[in-house]
């Protein structure tokens, strides 16, 4: 089975412990401010606990373990993201939060000395928070090579034009530098070399994040998502990631990873859910008896234990095909995840807030915002209908035989 190495296990044991210690009580309060305050504000009580998590040595957890000497293993992060999910509070304090660890994997992996030592150092140090534009209103964005945004070369500089959107961290005021991905090269008969990706300072002349973007009306939780305009944004040409053309290649590099993170999260978001929906069944009395003893309730709170137990096992041996043979060959792994847990998970958190009743719907419990969370990874990094397009042809590959083969053979 997938063992943890006493490293993990032992961090795993001091996440949980800092969770129950300042991350469930300061929940209410969270969202409270996060309500209060809007999507333009920093809460306070994530500055306070975050100085507290990194004493404790929770820090920077997502660093991989090939790419950084104080790295983790996929299978060793995994379940320590799983404890992070537990509360959208959670994964900012210890710096383990999107777009964050996608965009310092990027420039730890990717980035020149300089790009480094700019931006990736404050990253790390938690100083500066970053945002990651792909996304675009206009086009089917499902579909990467879409993108129409332009980055044109001008002698040392680069010339940015884009209109984007669900562009995350964009509102936060400690935003201070974005990965920018648009075409280089759009009459390239290689539609995958055409987009490339360069970093573009939040401050830049011609950059104007236009409005915070809610997910079923929450705005920052779960995410700081934002429309944001990029008109005539001059960059120096140093800033470009990896090369012209290498942009669609960073960005399979850079969701691979995150895709299991997401996941992860996801699975200690619904674990949670089921604590809470088992707690309220047996609080709350209808028609004479306990809802738990309900057997609608019963079959729904052992169908979610399944299927959370299901979806933990696959995303572990992703992540342990990730480790052991690579992202590419695990990429049929990965895609199964991305379709199987956040479908469970909006299974899960729908079941709860039946439970709840009416106060399901309200945030009083912290049943919609999950729901927010589950419903919009459905889409994010690739909607269920691409996974299970790249799933079925992989599998039609898997059984087909070769051309001359006996077709009747059994």
């Known amino acids: 089975m997938f063992e943890l190495s006493p490293r993990a296990a032992s961090l795993r044991s001091r996440l949980e412990a800092f969770m129950e210690e300042h991350v469930y009580p300061a929940e209410e309060r969270y969202y409270r401010e996060t309500s209060e305050l809007g999507p333009w504000a920093v809460q306070p009580v994530v500055e306070e606990l975050k100085p507290k998590a990194r004493a404790a040595g929770l820090w920077n957890l997502w660093l991989p373990k090939d790419a950084h000497p104080d790295g983790l293993s996929n299978v060793e992060y995994a379940p320590l993201c799983e404890v992070m999910g537990r509360s959208h509070l959670a994964p900012e304090l210890f710096n383990c939060s999107a777009p964050d660890t996608g965009n310092m994997e990027v420039l730890l992996r990717y980035g020149t000395d300089d790009q480094k030592r700019a931006w990736l150092e404050p990253l790390l140090a938690g100083r500066i928070r970053s945002s990651f534009a792909m996304t675009e209103p206009a086009v089917a964005s499902s579909d990467a090579t879409n993108i129409e945004s332009t980055i044109r070369r001008d002698g040392d500089s680069y010339v940015i034009d884009g209109h984007k959107w669900f562009t995350t961290g964009a509102t936060d005021p400690r935003c201070k530098i974005m990965i920018f991905m648009g075409k280089t090269d759009p009459g390239n008969p290689d539609r995958h070399r055409q987009q490339s990706m360069i970093l573009v300072p939040k401050d830049t002349p011609g950059v104007t994040v236009v409005r915070p973007l809610p997910v079923f009306g929450f705005f920052a939780v779960p995410d700081r998502a934002a429309e944001v305009r990029f008109e005539g944004v001059r960059v120096p040409a140093d800033n470009m990631l990896l090369g012209e053309g290498r942009g669609f290649e960073i960005a399979q590099g850079r969701l691979g990873p995150g895709r299991i993170h997401h996941c992860m999260r996801l699975i200690g978001l619904a674990e949670r859910t089921l604590e809470k929906m088992c707690r309220r069944a047996d609080a709350r009395v209808a028609f004479g008896r306990p809802v738990a003893d309900q057997t609608v309730t019963l079959e729904r709170i052992a169908e979610s234990r399944i299927l959370i137990e299901q979806a933990r096992l696959l995303t572990l041996k992703a992540a342990h095909m990730m480790d052991t043979v690579g992202n590419k ?61 790249q799933i079925g042809r992989l599998e039609l590959k898997r059984h087909r035989l070769p051309p001359g083969a006996n077709r009747d053979a059994r």
């Open 329 to 389: 060959v695990a990429r049929a792994e990965i895609a199964m995840i991305k379709v199987a847990v956040p479908n469970m998970a909006c299974k899960v958190i729908d079941w709860a807030i039946q439970v709840f009743g009416g106060g399901g719907v309200t945030n009083d419990f912290g049943l919609a915002s999950a729901y927010a969370t589950a419903r919009l990874l459905r889409l994010a990094d690739g909607p269920d209908e691409v996974h299970r397009n």
